[in-house]
């Protein structure tokens, strides 16, 4: 099955700067590649998400960029504030497919700190 | 509103002791599913439905079991809690079959037995 492999386990960075988080998955199958934001005692929640037919994608301070051949995918934030401080989770998935299960396979997650 | 709503939030059962964990959805969504979260290990699927009756293990289903009897609703069920089941759990939501692929997640329910 698919394994997807996530790191930094914790990243800080200055108000300010950029976070970069990056993962990796195993099977050349999957197609789709959602990024999650935990913030404290929620739920996770969507917030950006990329299609293997494309390479990048951005949403204002947010983008993720796919290498297909590398198997790897990556998520960037600019201008970081302090409301960006959450868990971060990317997943892989192999979506439109008769598969039949389309599930999410999680990275173990990144804990992002944006220090003031 | 569109939402996944879980319950209860909290529960702190014994070991042993039948529990059912509740999850409904409002957005006639077909493909439900039960994640637990643990430190250090993200988000790993138990169970998944593709729609009413169809349901399948996922990566972590050994303690557990489900029903999809209803198009909203997919219970999560443990026969018989351990303590090794004391986790974090969402429940999952999404159109499924690539139509709109964003998962919407339930609010969580922390269990830990005893």
Redesign the interface.
């Given at each position: 099955?698919e394994n997807v492999e996530?790191h930094p386990?914790t990243l800080s960075v200055q108000e300010g700067d950029s976070a970069v988080i990056k993962c990796t998955y195993s099977d050349s199958a999957s197609n789709?590649f959602?990024w999650y934001k935990q913030e404290l005692g929620?739920?996770?929640?969507?917030i950006i998400?990329i299609r293997s037919n494309v390479g990048e994608k951005k949403d204002q301070r947010i983008a993720v960029t796919l290498n297909k051949t590398a198997k790897h995918f990556s998520l960037h934030i600019t201008e970081t504030q302090p409301e960006d401080s959450a868990v971060y989770?990317c997943a892989a998935?192999m979506?439109?497919s008769n598969f039949?299960?389309?599930?999410?396979?999680?990275?173990?997650?990144t804990r992002l700190t944006i220090i003031p | 509103e569109a939402q996944v709503t879980q319950n209860p939030r909290y529960l702190i059962t014994v070991t042993g002791k039948k529990l059912t964990v509740t999850c409904s959805q409002n957005m006639n969504h077909e493909?439900m599913?039960w994640?637990r979260q643990d430190p250090?290990?993200?988000?790993?699927?138990i169970y998944?439905s593709?729609n009413v009756e169809v349901t399948?293990k996922?990566?972590v289903p050994e303690g557990y079991k489900v029903s999809r009897k209803e198009k909203r609703n997919f219970p999560l069920i443990l026969e018989s809690p351990s303590p090794n089941q004391t986790s974090l759990y969402?429940c999952a939501s999404?159109l499924?079959?690539?139509l709109n692929?964003?998962?919407f997640?339930?609010?969580?329910t922390r269990l830990t037995v005893v």
């Open positions: 099955g996530q386990s789709y959602p929620k739920r996770p929640q969507l998400d989770f998935s979506w439109g039949g299960n389309e599930k999410l396979t999680f990275g173990t997650g | 493909y599913s994640y250090g290990l993200g988000l790993r699927q998944y593709m399948d996922g990566d969402f999404s499924g079959q690539s692929t964003e998962a997640f339930g609010q969580g």
